[in-house]
Structure formats: C-alpha cells, structure tokens
C-alpha cells in the first residue's frame, strides 16, 4: 500500500510503498476512500522540515528546553545523536480519514466488517486506528462531508472548554480551516461571531457565513470592533 510520509530534517514528503497493517488490540483495520489534508497543519510540518536548525529551535522552544535538560543528563554527545536519529524517522502525515471497515483487532465490538467509518487515520490506502478514534459515518452523509469529522471535532472541543451560552458574543482567531468550521458551530450554538485575520480572502470567507470580521492586513482595530458587535459589553470568550 502506499502511504504519505515526511522527514522533519529535511521536510522532503514523499509516497513510500509499505505492507498493510495488521490491527492490534483494540484497532481497526480500515480501507480508505478519503482523506483530507489539514492544509495549516501539514504546511507547518513541511515549513518545519525545511528550517534550518536554529529556526526549528526557534519555532518550538519548548522542545528545546527538552533538549538542554537532556543534555545535562546524558552528555551533548548523547543528545545531539538522539536529536538527529528523532529528526531523521520518517512521521506519517494526515489525520482526517473516512473509509471501509476492513479488518478488526482483539477486543473490539463496536464495529463490523464493511461499517462506513471516520477516523484520524493518516494519509495511506490502508489504516489501522484505535477503536476510541473511529466513529460510524451516520446514513446519507458522503465520504467529501464526513471527512471533515476530526477537522470539526477540534474547533467543537474548543467550544466545548469555553463552553459558550446562547446570544454570547465570542471571537474566533484565525479564519483558517478549523476557524471557519467554529464559527458555523458557534452560530449553530446561538453565538455572534467576530473573526480576526489577516487574510482578506478569509474574512470574505468568514462573513458570508454570517460572521463580523477584522481583517488586520487592513489595518481595522478589534478592539473597536468586539464593543461595537458586544453593545459596549466586551466579549464574553476567545477561541
């Protein structure tokens, strides 16, 4: 089968030709039909891998605190090795995926052969995730819309913690992918929305879903905006 991969020492993605997994216990075996790519996220991880080593350091400081403490421990020899061997395996890239339930692990019931499902599986033919990341795609919903389950799931996780009442005013920052999808779920949950980007096309995006904007390539104040859309009373949370 073949899969999506990448090297985080040099960002180099490429389609690597691998054996079937066989699900362990508590997994399941699923054949994909789609799979989404997380453009922000993925983008990341290649931008990541084509960094130089101080701007790696530099996008992830709390790694590098990891690091230090390491070499402390164990010598600089030891951690440096450690660092190179950890940047050099190949990490698998993707975790939106729907497809057909295939195979099952020891200890699972809760699916059956030929079930219609989603998971966080990663970018490749053939997938084998835990039964607590997989869920039955509901009846007449398609593999296009189903795959944007896990996508959701995080922007629905975020309401969940602000944990939002009905005419609350709240501002989602960052329009991206997940951004949009939270503004719809906000709305759905009786919320007014203010987005803030710096993407033009993305607050366009945003307001034909019903939400107010700051675009800050425009230099417009979300200050002024949040009070305006508030009556004066400020927000009431940030996601």
Avoid at 133 to 153: N, R
Wanted: aromatic share 4%; glycine share 12%; net charge negative.
């Amino acid at each position: 089968m073949k899969q999506l991969l990448q090297n985080l020492k040099s960002g180099k993605t490429w389609l690597e030709e691998l054996p079937v997994p066989y699900p362990q216990p508590g997994e399941v075996l699923i054949k994909t039909r789609y799979s989404l790519v997380s453009l922000g996220t993925e983008k990341m991880l290649v931008e990541f891998g084509k960094a130089g080593w101080l701007e790696k350091a530099r996008q992830q400081p709390d790694k590098v605190k990891m690091v230090l403490n390491k070499a402390k421990t164990e010598g600089l020899r030891t951690t440096i090795e450690t660092v190179r061997n950890k940047l050099d395996q190949p990490i698998p890239l993707g975790y939106c995926n729907v497809g057909e339930v295939i195979g099952l692990g020891e200890g699972v019931s809760e699916f059956k052969i030929g079930d219609h499902v989603v998971s966080n599986g990663p970018h490749a033919e053939v997938v084998s995730v835990s039964k607590n990341l997989t869920a039955i795609v509901p009846e007449g919903v398609s593999d296009e819309e189903a795959a944007f389950t896990v996508i959701g799931s995080i922007g629905l996780q975020g309401i969940r913690l602000l944990n939002p009442s009905f005419g609350d005013t709240v501002v989602v920052i960052g329009l991206g992918l997940i951004g949009l999808l939270t503004i719809q779920l906000l709305q759905a949950n009786g919320c007014r929305v203010l987005g803030i980007d710096i993407d033009s096309n993305k607050c366009r995006i945003a307001e034909r879903f019903g939400a107010e904007t700051v675009d800050l390539s425009k230099g417009e104040d979300p200050i002024e905006k949040a009070m305006a859309l508030s009556r004066g009373n400020g927000v009431d949370g940030v996601c």
